[in-house]
């Protein structure tokens, strides 16, 4: 069910790669709550993913944008202003570790790849809000999001280099949040989502079996990727105008539990079969 939360609003969605990424439920959603937006992904990443398709269904166009390249994201901004004057929103939903491509644990790190996650994964969050603020390019009441994962503060086996870059990815939002909050009043969030089967999820070593823990100890459950969608159109609306510098989760309350019957349950169990009686 539609609201028209955004109704009149412009913005931008990086990261949509199909159906599965979470900026496609995002671009949906908005185009239903009559949103305006410009779409954009890799060159390589529009050639392998199905974004096209998502650009007809949401009557816009995709253009091309390497997240590192501050001359890619300068024409893109350009775009966006005269396409739609200043714009309202922003998702940065973008990540991506070569050491966890190549299978390389956190204590044997590749740093010309540790450099590029970090680079990808949220140095380029730096990159936009600062072409977008060099070309006062948002609205008075912007709102910018990115997403974030609770591996920037607790240790998930198998998560890696990745941690380090939520980490700086949270700590942006907070230092630029009072920088363009103090200055143009645009707000700076992150939301910390719940594991989710994307193309990047899946390349997190033992995913499965993560979302079953978190499914287990969360009172609500994993939130999906249509979920996480939901919570950010609220966030680019006019009824959070007042949230800003923040590390939002979005999470089904795994974050803040510490053990819950259903997990402790499985965890008895599987000491059962082994023979186990330490418990
Ligand atoms: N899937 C999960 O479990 C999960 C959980 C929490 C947070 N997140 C975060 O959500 C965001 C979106 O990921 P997703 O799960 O939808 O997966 P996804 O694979 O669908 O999206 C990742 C996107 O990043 C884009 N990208 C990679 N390098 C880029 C670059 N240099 N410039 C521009 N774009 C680039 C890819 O093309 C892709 O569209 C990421 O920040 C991810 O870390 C995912």
Known sequence: MAYNLLKGKKGIIFGALNDMSIAWHVAEKAYEEGAEFLLTNTPVSMRLGEIDELAKKCHTEVIACDATKEKD??????????????????????????????KLSYDKLNYDYYHKTLDISAMSFHKVISVLK???????WGSIIALSYVAAQRTLYGYNDMADAKSLLESIARSFGYIYGRESKVRINTISQSPTMTTAGSGIKGIDGLMDFTERMSPLGNATASE????????????????????LYHDGGFSNMGMSLRAMTQYNKSLNVSGNKEW
């Not at 005269?82 to 491509?101: A, C, Q, T, W």
């Not at 060099?134 to 008075?140: E, G, L, R």
């Not at 996480?228 to 590390?247: E, G, H, P, R, W």
């Open 73 to 102: 994201i300068e024409e893109l901004v350009q775009t966006a202003i005269e396409k739609y004057g200043k714009i309202d929103f922003v998702l940065h939903s973008i990540g991506m570790s070569p050491n966890v491509r190549k």
């Open 134 to 140: 060099k070309h006062d390019a948002m609205n008075d």
């Open 228 to 247: 996480c969608a939901d919570y950010c159109i609220t966030m680019f609306s006019d009824l959070t105008k007042k949230v800003t510098m923040q590390n």
